[in-house]
């Protein structure tokens, strides 16, 4: 697969055997690639010529698959048991001497399992609320054993109108097909009988509002570089998130010497833009971009995505909101540097996060990816 930066695919085929030897899971560049037009259609040709050079590789070393189990914990609070994971940790996952933990070797998702909305045993109490939304934590009997999930539908304290749950459905339908990246949370079933919803992976570890400002260099960094990871999965699949922010940032908690992992959900306001053709209606102010705030910087398109990482990540690293949530305050105040907010942050990162949040959208790094390649160099 061949892929450009404004994130268009492409399947091709070697043009003989001569070709460049790759590994999967790796990304490359390719030099000296010639470009043939073959009945209308242009192609990537490559061939003998052609030379491929190593990036970086896409996915952790899979050593073995987790087994992970929902356990009631003490006080009534879930968490995911142990991993049997048994791998090392090498000096490139944890650096920091105060970090001994490093990057899990497999992420699990959510159970593979058929789900009836009347099987499920929903809690009284909901674990979450937002927009028109609600979470109840639900347990479902599968087989010889209880998966906990997480149960999505809308909140019935409103009336429930025929747009709302079209536009639940439309969620459903989108989120479903992004599920199955490492770091989107799982849907693991969906239905619109008796009311739209959507039954999740329960994700223990809460959001990242929580952590911000709290982890490690290394932790932070890879948090950042797996969120981005999840974004441009979307983005190659033709879905901007928009509602990029830390209570849409849910982690996984694994046990022994691995950090928690991150997963992205609530894709509402996404299908809302895939629908209406805008990404406005809807946003949460301090953490939407200048576009979706002030029609004099355009439509909200990839780059709204970018500038929210940008926002994410600077309270993931400083612990703080570059505008302590003032959205008046946008165009009209500079960001102070990460550094001088921690001085033991590296000055990369105040030229990467300023780069993500500039106020035009042509001013911002033009892809994801080249954000992400940025985070990970740190």
């Not at 009284?124 to 539908?153: F, N």
């Not at 550094?339 to 911002?364: F, G, H, V």
Request: aromatic share 8%; hydrophobic share 30%.
């Amino acid at each position: 697969m061949l892929e450009n930066k404004t994130g268009t695919t492409k399947f091709v085929s070697w043009k003989d055997d001569n070709s460049p030897t790759v590994d999967t899971d790796t990304w490359y560049k390719f030099e000296q690639l010639r470009i043939n037009t073959y009945e209308g259609d242009t192609q990537l040709v490559i061939d003998e010529s052609s030379a491929a050079v190593e990036l970086f590789n896409e996915q952790p070393t899979q050593r073995s698959e987790p087994t992970v189990t929902a356990s009631q914990g003490s006080g009534g609070e879930r968490s995911i048991a142990e991993e049997s994971i048994t791998t090392s940790t090498t000096a490139s996952q944890s650096a920091d001497p105060e970090d001994s933990r490093g990057i899990p070797p497999a992420i699990a998702g959510g159970p593979t399992v058929d789900v009836s909305y009347s099987d499920l045993r929903k809690e009284s109490e909901p674990i979450g609320r937002g927009g028109e939304a609600v979470v109840y934590g639900a347990t479902l009997q599968a087989d010889s054993h209880q998966q906990y999930l997480a149960l999505k539908e809308p909140d019935q304290r409103e009336t429930l109108h025929a747009e709302t749950v079209e536009r639940f459905l439309k969620e459903a339908q989108t989120w479903k097909r992004l599920a199955n990246h490492d770091h989107i949370v799982d849907v693991v079933d969906w239905g619109s009988q008796p009311l739209p919803w959507i039954a999740m992976e329960y994700m223990d570890g809460s959001n990242l509002q929580s952590r911000a400002g709290a982890l490690s260099l290394n932790q932070a960094v890879w948090t950042a570089v797996s969120i981005c990871k999840a974004i441009r999965y979307a983005h190659n699949r033709g879905v901007h998130h928009y509602d990029i922010k830390p209570q849409n940032v849910l982690f996984r908690t694994v046990a022994g010497e691995y950090y928690d992992i991150p997963k992205v959900a609530d894709w509402g306001l996404a299908e809302q833009a895939l629908l209406s053709g805008g990404g406005k209606k809807g946003v949460t102010p301090a953490h939407a971009a200048p576009e979706q705030l002030f029609d004099e910087y355009g439509e909200p398109d990839h780059r709204t995505d970018i500038y929210q990482l940008g926002l994410l990540s600077y309270e993931l690293f400083t612990g703080t909101h570059p505008y302590e949530g003032d959205v008046s305050r946008i165009r009209s105040t500079d960001i102070t540097p990460p550094t001088e907010i921690d001085p033991e942050l590296p000055d990369e990162l105040d030229t990467i996060l300023s780069t993500a949040l500039e106020i035009d959208p042509t001013d911002r790094y033009e892809d994801v990816l080249d954000l992400r390649r940025a985070l990970d160099g740190l």
